[in-house]
């Protein structure tokens, strides 16, 4: 195999679409449908999600950013702020859309592991009722967190408990819900029973492109249609979207990719364990796996595969991350595996 | 056939996606593809696309909506104004995008026939330099327009030449760009050539759902990558949207589509000509027939087909919309066109 | 007299303030107050805006457009729409803020006179519950109006009712709200009683520079602390903005004010009547005499005076606008009365 | 003394104005002035400015968030982001301005002593050309600081250079820019060499309520009248603006008031070296004394003092802020320093 042949490491959205979301595709393309999502499809794939979510309501978009902004949208006035970790997707890679769009600041804090606890949260509230300082109204956490790991319903249970008696909304940013939901072997209801408005990742799960806004209490979802037209997330062939949300329904196609993806992330990092000159930054616990390498070997493995370095520590080590998903093969997890052992340098020679 | 099986009149965007676009994504599906437009396929179709229109860059977003708001996003700073009709989808049918989005205002003109002129547009520049008034930077265009008809490229040209020597740039919502191409006769470039920026629509044209937008030189085209992702139209599997212009652009699908959509229209418009009580509002030139018809024939026609009602006028009568798509068939107008004329009144018989 | 000493015809804020003014700055520099409003000067003269409107909460910012975009910015969510008439100051002469700040979109309708009436306000609902269209949430109107005309208690009690009845707030600019009591002989709360949310101009009234946000009922002010700083308008020093409207209100001199600079215009108004060429282009009712003059008047006139055109009318004929202030005495009114007289025509002479 | 009659130590804002301010704009009060800044009082005042500044134009404004906002507004598309203390005010105390009303993010950095280095700065640029991230455009300092300390001119001119190598603008929060010009016995030229905008604070200075842009070169400045318009800055009677900014220059009385005002906290902070419990957290070099005292001296002092508590340490010590004005006595420091000397332990007694 050539380097463009191997398997990408580099993001879950390298992968195409699951066979079953073209063929979802290709069903849906039969006759006209009323735009704008008000065809039988839409509504049909919509109600599904509500079930399966416990949700009052679901609105269909096109992307990640879309999904957490508008998401965030229902909750917020531009003088509210949104409490999120240092290293959210929200904060670090959203190009600033959540400020540009809603107004609001984020109030950001370290959080070991990608994970906010309640009194993470708590020491943003200082300045509550002080005019000077925007206010926090929502909490942001990522299920799987940005960094691979996944809150347990307990920590869930903890943060929610802290948000509702600190009159704070929690928003679950769930690009990757699937997989935080294969981890801890729950359902979609579990996990959402716990915020107030979630994101449910299709593109990651095998989509070719959609998003999900799970809304809870029926309040928060009145705003959503007019939000959505007017921060240009209202798809006109809105089939098009709710079939690919369709076909992850299907016979739990979401969890079977969700538990595949965490499945080879699983693998690899036991591929690798033991390498001389590796060690995980974080456990492993969605789909993803971060790697702590020296530099030289990431730029040997760079020369072939195809991943991130998410930062470079001191002492010439560099973190990675290699993501893992629907589509990996244990072959491919082996193969990578294989060429990561074989960057680690050889054992030194005793000297006779 | 029943109301649900009768070809909708309602949008272009009721029709489902061009066979060859199911086709190009399906082919577009195989291995991995490095996220937001770092892979070949992309490039290969935006690189077509440039050739195609003369332009400096091209870059695809999901929806007509983003495709204005992010073109005129280029040309304009917050106090800096949009000159167009009041007509203009822009301003009326897109709940504020632009206003939110981009903070300007839009400073709105009666135009007949949807269309703006040199002296429609000099009549909105009166408070240039007036601190108190919104500055004119923006002049946005439909092309085809929102009632249906086309700039002709004398029309074109004139306002263009009037932008240009105004310091005004001329931004056009091609929406519906193929059909005004094909009731012209010219090329995507004849079209460019009088713009800054443009939006080239797939959606309406057979795609799934992608936009482009089209930047003719290449200083605006900087800021576009930033804008699209802070403003959530960067697609991370975005090979799929490629795909879906690669293929109207093949063998020139695009132009084959809009031709058949607009001769649908001229078929529909013959079909019901000279039907009493009926009269066209506008010109049939691309893809749409705006005709005048009494209340109750309105009434009578909507039981069984899909159509929009665009403006109640007076004495009783409604301008109604009815849209054409690739997908319309002879058969289909030939049906919609009988049950017109059959909400005619009787005419009134004789005394003897 | 030069030029230059003349009294202006050009803006009731050409003039400078009050000498009572003045005085209650010099009285309330005297040692410290805690910055931001939590001072007693600042507490109590709200504590009298809120007596004199029946209000639950008043607020200071420094400028009449502030107040506007505030005002508004307790009632609407960035895809809520504001109903006023084209002519609003808000409209035309704030460059553009309310989009900007609120990212709102204004649905403007011609008014006659510059006032709306119920049937205008409903003109502008057929967008609700339609997600491609702004939601109007709020009607603006100016009391007294940009052209200097009054909404009578029985219009203002019909476009109050026709709100309510609509799910819809009401806004009212009263950057000449002073004038309009005048006018009417009502008091301010009178005039708010229609309102859900006012501002009280102090500036053209003979403040230094100082306007109030009113708000009428307890929920809707909840927002304004945080907004108002977020948007820039709290004062630091705010003892200073609140001395200036304890002057006005201190014997009732804000009612002096607008009763003198009323009776000027009425008495300009009375000075020209007759005049070859002249005649009135709004009635007399606040403090502005809306003109029309020919262009040569006009032209002759504006060697020596100060004024706008408003607008240029066909025949040769242009549109003025004069103001009266607080300060404007009789002698300048029969001084700039006696020069317009001065550019009529002289009668033709009869032939012998 | 009663509390209330004790002399602030809260901020430089609990200040009235200086005399030669009030009496300034007594002066200013007399005939019209073509309002909006179009008045020769106010084009004298800001040729003055421009002047001291060596500056390319100068604005008026009402208050000092938005002093900072407009100017990093001439600066930033929304894309593009600021660089800057996590301490900053426009951080911390602004209740997201920038945020709402430019859209833009700000990337914050831990700064020892409030104070930015070339080295953070550069930390902050990992992000460019990565449409992810918000793009590095500005980088905000305040000059002095919010903890009082001052920029040396070397350090502004390392800032300054690496800024210009680096392509990103420089603007200086000159809330108290006065007093670090007293500070550092330079002109305020030589500090604004260094910048590209900056704002030079009346208020803290001695002006009732008046704040400055100032920006260095012209293609900056074109933007700002529409801006100011737009945000809600531009004051109808601005002549009352300019005679603040006017009596401050007259004489250099801006110089008198900054270095009096430092005098006076040098004063405090020798007053109350060695007092058993206290430290400072900063050196004094502008107005400010932040001084660490125990929990319980704070509470004591707190009794009839007026100053801010700045943070809360372990330990049971809190920071405490002491700002001194230009109307702040000798007297006034003693007292406060005696009261401050007054809650320290007494040592403890020898046992014999």
Chains 1, 2, 3, 4 share one sequence.
């Not at 704008?36 to 919509?46: A, F, N, S």
């Not at 079930?51 to 679901?58: P, S, V």
């Not at 789909?287 to 730029?299: E, P, S, T, W, Y």
Request: hydrophobic share 50%; proline share 4%.
């Amino acid at each position: 195999v050539t380097s463009a042949q191997r398997k990408s490491f580099g993001s879950d959205n390298h992968a195409g679409a699951h066979p079953a979301v073209l063929t979802a595709l290709t069903a849906a393309n039969i006759g006209d449908a009323t735009a704008y999502g008000d065809d039988p499809l839409t509504e049909g794939v919509t109600a599904r999600l509500c079930a399966e979510f416990g949700a009052a309501a679901a609105f269909f978009v096109f992307g990640g950013t879309a999904a957490n902004v508008l998401g965030l949208g229902l909750m917020l006035r531009p003088f509210e702020a949104v409490i999120c970790a240092e290293s959210a997707h929200l904060n670090g890679d959203e190009c600033g859309a959540a400020e540009r769009v809603l107004g609001s600041k984020l109030l950001t804090v370290p959080a070991p592991g990608g994970k906010l606890t309640p009194a993470l949260i708590a020491s943003q509230l200082a300045g509550r009722g002080n005019s000077h300082r925007a206010q926090p109204r929502a909490v942001e956490i990522a299920q799987a967190t940005e960094v691979g790991t996944v809150y347990t319903l307990d920590e869930l249970r903890a943060i929610s408990e802290f948000c509702r008696a600190s009159e704070l909304l929690l928003y679950v940013d769930g690009a990757r819900l699937a997989n935080a939901a294969a981890y801890l072997d729950c359902t979609l209801a579990d996990l959402a029973a716990h915020a107030d408005v979630l994101s449910f990742g299709g593109t990651k799960n095998g989509a070719m492109g959609a998003e999900a806004v799970i809304v809870m209490n029926e309040p928060l979802a009145a705003a959503m249609p007019f939000q959505r037209m007017q921060l240009m997330q209202l798809a006109s062939k809105m089939r098009f979207l709710a079939a690919q949300f369709g076909a992850l329904l299907d016979g739990g196609l979401w969890l079977a990719n969700a538990r595949h993806s965490n499945a080879m992330a699983a693998r690899l990092a036991d591929g690798v364990a033991g390498v001389p000159g590796f060690r995980l930054a974080h456990p492993v616990e969605a789909n993803a796996v971060f790697g702590v390498l020296r530099r030289d070997q990431v730029r040997a493995l760079q020369q072939d595969w195809n991943f991130h370095v998410w930062a470079e520590e001191a002492a010439e080590e560099s973190v990675t991350r290699w993501m893992t998903a629907f589509d990996t093969t244990p072959a491919d997890v082996d193969a990578f595996a294989a060429a990561i052992r074989a960057t680690a340098p050889l054992p030194r020679q005793p000297v006779f």
